[in-house]
């Protein structure tokens, strides 16, 4: 059983995030050193994020498919600058059936090797394209560190991948999945999110450009919390995927992918959680409203239930996940406790003095400046009232997210101990000049654990470009995004 406090975040936010994994029952340790059990709570978040993503990807015209977990290992030899940046993390089946295979397969670590041969049968002509597809799946990467949802063996995730005519349908695609993203990010997740290009050094293997979102956490780190990648013709031709063009001519397909993970869980707990638990976004919470009604004696009890379940009925049919908690086995206080540790948004507590006057007591998960945390509402009316309450919550916590990037947030640095000493003394977002050469990129991994995040997209950028870079002062060529990540 998790012990009754955690771990505060201003004391060891590793330990805290560790501990509210376990304590919400958001995920267990498995049998595999590096894999992780996805518990029913924590499962149903990804559920609800898979749901929503899935419409998006729809109404952009998107088709699900599923390809199979294995690839011969010939196949991903294929891709040179794949398998180089892969390799490393790729788990290989040698033995199956009771005997050594007479090729390894390689369990994916990402699908394009699988995806590729297969469309080169599917696409002949112009006529064939574009292709979009998505597929729902699970990848093996064979990671030294992990952490849950964050960095596992073994992790879910979706992963599109599209075949167009032409380079700039490509980059429209990769772009436009790149705003799915962001948008999903914003509405869903009330998490504000840098978007940008990354550089080549921190490109997807074999990709002629990534795009990345950026999330900055509550301990100052960034966090990527998904990635879109223009591939250019780099896998059709290691696959040979062509099709013949409108003019009778032979091309190459232009390609992309992108995806994001169960790590976007990771990145709930980190962005809103506080040293109580949890706080979850009303969309994206499995109970958006748990009613917990409150009563001493048997007849206390038939009145209270009566009026809970009513509500709970009224509040479903409004399509509000509600969940009434009348368990007898539970105090009131331990289960105040458990949803507050679950990070339901909305509780709302109902006792026979509440029915005598015709309200119940609402209590917000999360509280900013000015709200109040209980409020006494009259019972006629709330379950029409609840939904507009649950939009409230979900807006004020993409504004809080944004709040804590800004604050967090730096754009005028004089010279690279400047950042050495912003960075150690308060870590966050660095908007800072780089000159575009590689060996400043790696000094500041090296030296201060910092990479370019990306290369921030316009809206992002300050007014005022930086004129030197940051680490050689020598004349900058961008405006890049430097942090300590996961």
Request: charged share 30%; hydrophobic share 40%; glycine share 8%.
């Amino acid at each position: 059983m998790a012990k009754q406090g955690l771990t505060p975040q201003g004391e060891d936010f590793s330990a805290w995030y560790n501990e509210i994994v376990q304590a919400a029952e958001l995920a267990s340790h498995s049998q595999v050193r590096g894999c992780m059990v996805v518990r029913p709570y924590g499962y149903r978040i990804w559920e609800l994020i898979q749901a929503g993503l899935d419409r998006m990807f729809k109404d952009t015209g998107h088709e699900n498919a599923y390809f199979p977990l294995f690839l011969p290992k010939s196949a991903l030899d294929r891709e040179a600058d794949h398998v180089e940046g892969f390799a490393p993390e790729t788990a290989v089946v040698t033995h199956a059936g009771g005997r050594e295979l007479e090729e390894p397969l390689v369990v994916r670590p990402t699908s394009e090797a699988i995806i590729w041969p297969i469309l080169a049968d599917w696409i002949q002509s112009y006529r064939d394209l574009p292709v979009l597809l998505n597929q729902w799946a699970n990848v093996v990467r064979w990671e030294l560190r992990t952490r849950p949802f964050l960095r596992t063996t073994e992790f879910l995730w979706q992963e599109g991948h599209t075949a167009h005519a032409t380079d700039e349908e490509a980059e429209e695609e990769a772009r436009r999945m790149l705003g799915v993203y962001r948008t999903f990010m914003d509405e869903h997740m009330g998490l504000a999110v840098v978007t940008g290009e990354k550089t080549p050094d921190e490109r997807f293997a074999g990709a002629k450009r990534t795009y990345a979102t950026e999330a900055l956490m509550k301990d100052g780190k960034a966090l990527q919390a998904g990635t879109s990648h223009h591939l250019g013709q780099n896998f059709a031709r290691a696959f040979d995927v062509q099709f013949q063009t409108e003019h009778g001519e032979h091309d190459y397909v232009w390609s992309t992918s992108w995806g994001v993970s169960t790590r976007l869980i990771g990145a709930l707990i980190m962005t809103h959680g506080d040293d109580q638990g949890l706080v979850l976004p009303p969309r994206l919470a499995p109970f958006q409203v748990v009613i917990v009604p409150i009563w001493k004696s048997d007849e206390e009890r038939a009145r209270v239930m009566d009026t809970a379940c009513r509500l709970e009925l009224e509040l479903g049919e409004m399509g509000v996940r509600v969940k009434l908690d009348g368990r007898e086995t539970h105090n009131p206080g331990a289960k105040f406790y458990e949803w507050e540790r679950k990070g339901v948004p909305l509780r709302i507590e109902i006792g026979p003095r509440d029915i005598e006057a015709g309200q119940a007591v609402l209590v917000r998960r999360l509280v900013l400046e000015g709200q109040d945390r209980k409020a006494a509402t009259g019972l006629d009316g709330l379950s029409e009232s609840v939904p507009a309450l649950l939009d409230e919550i979900q807006s004020s916590m993409l504004e809080a997210s944004r709040a804590r990037r800004e604050a967090s947030s730096r754009r005028d640095f004089g010279s690279y101990e400047d950042l050495r000493s912003w960075i150690e003394e308060s870590p966050g977002f660095a908007f800072a000049g780089w000159c575009g050469g590689v060996e400043c990129a790696r000094r500041g991994k090296e030296d201060l654990k910092v990479t370019i995040r990306v290369i921030p997209d316009e809206e992002f950028r300050s007014d005022d470009v930086p004129t030197r870079c940051v680490v050689c002062d020598q004349p900058s060529t961008t405006e890049a995004l430097w942090a300590r990540a996961y």
